[in-house]
C-alpha cells in the first residue's frame, strides 16, 4: 500500500542548529510530494512541494527538501532555527489527480532558546 | 484569489447536541472538497471528500455526516455529539482536474470541546 513515514514524533533542536526532518515514501513510482507546516490551532500552510522539475526544493521560511529516489525520501531541512519554526510539520504524498493526497503522522518540532 | 473560510473557530457543545460546521470557497468553481478532523495528539484523519454537489464519500464510519449541498459549500454535522468527537476539525479544498502537483488548501479549522 502507498504510505508515507515521518520518523520521530517529536524533534527538539536549539535555536540556531540545523533542522533536519525526516521523510519516506513507500512506492516503487516516485509520487508528487509536499511539506505542510501547522501552527497551534490553525490550518496547514504549504511549505514547498515537488513535482520533478527539480530533486531540490526551495520553500518560505527557509526551508527546503530534496527529493531522493533511490532512498525513497523527501526530507526537510532548514540551516538555523529560528523560534517562530516551533509547529508541527506534515509530510504528504498524491501519486495521479485522481488520488487523494496521503498524509504523514506529523513531526512536532520545538525550538530550545 | 481563491479563499476558504471556516466557522466557527471554537465550539464547546454538550453531550447528545446537535452539530454544524460550514465550510465555503471563494474564487473558484468545482472543487474537491474534504473535512479532516485531528484528534489530541494524533495526526490528519480524513472524514469525507466531495467532488461535486450531494455527492459524498465516507472514509470513516462515525457519528458524522457531510453534505455538499451548493457547489462551494461543505457541511459536517452530527444528530447527537459524543464526548469522542471532540478534536480540531479541518476543511480543505483542491481544484477538480488540474493535475496531482496541487496540493490542498485548508481553512483556519474549528476546535470543538464536547462536554
Known amino acids: 500500500a502507498q504510505s508515507v513515514t515521518q520518523l520521530g514524533s517529536h524533534v527538539s533542536v536549539s535555536e540556531g542548529a540545523l533542522v533536519l526532518l525526516r521523510c519516506n515514501y513507500s512506492s516503487s513510482v516516485p509520487p508528487y510530494l509536499f511539506w505542510y507546516v501547522q501552527y497551534p490551532n490553525q490550518g496547514l500552510q504549504l511549505l514547498l512541494k515537488?513535482?520533478?522539475?527539480?530533486?531540490l526544493v526551495k520553500g518560505i521560511n527557509g526551508f527546503e527538501a530534496e527529493f531522493k529516489k533511490s532512498e525513497t525520501s523527501f526530507h526537510l531541512t532548514k540551516p538555523s532555527a529560528h523560534m517562530s519554526d516551533a509547529a508541527e510539520y506534515f509530510c504528504a504524498v498524491r501519486y495521479s489527480s485522481a488520488s487523494k493526497i496521503i498524509f504523514g503522522s506529523g513531526t512536532r518540532l520545538s525550538i530550545r532558546p | 484569489s481563491q479563499t476558504i473560510h471556516q466557522w466557527p473557530a471554537t465550539l464547546v457543545q454538550p453531550v447528545g447536541s446537535p452539530l454544524s460546521l460550514e465550510c465555503t470557497v471563494e474564487?473558484?468553481?468545482?472543487?474537491?472538497l474534504y473535512w479532516y478532523r485531528q484528534a489530541a495528539g494524533r495526526g490528519l484523519q480524513l472524514l469525507f471528500y466531495?467532488?461535486?454537489?450531494?455527492?459524498i464519500s465516507s472514509e470513516v464510519p462515525q457519528n458524522l455526516s457531510a453534505s455538499r449541498p451548493q457547489d462551494r459549500q461543505f457541511i459536517l454535522s452530527s444528530k447527537k455529539l459524543l464526548l469522542s468527537d471532540s478534536g480540531f476539525y479541518l476543511c480543505?479544498?483542491?481544484?477538480?482536474?488540474?493535475?496531482?502537483?496541487?496540493?490542498?488548501?485548508f481553512g483556519s479549522g474549528t476546535r470543538l470541546t464536547v462536554v
Open positions: 515537488y513535482t520533478s522539475a527539480a530533486t
Open positions: 480543505a479544498w483542491s481544484p477538480r482536474g488540474t493535475g496531482a502537483t496541487y496540493g490542498y488548501t
Open positions: 474564487g473558484t468553481s468545482n472543487p474537491n
Open positions: 466531495s467532488v461535486g454537489i450531494g455527492q
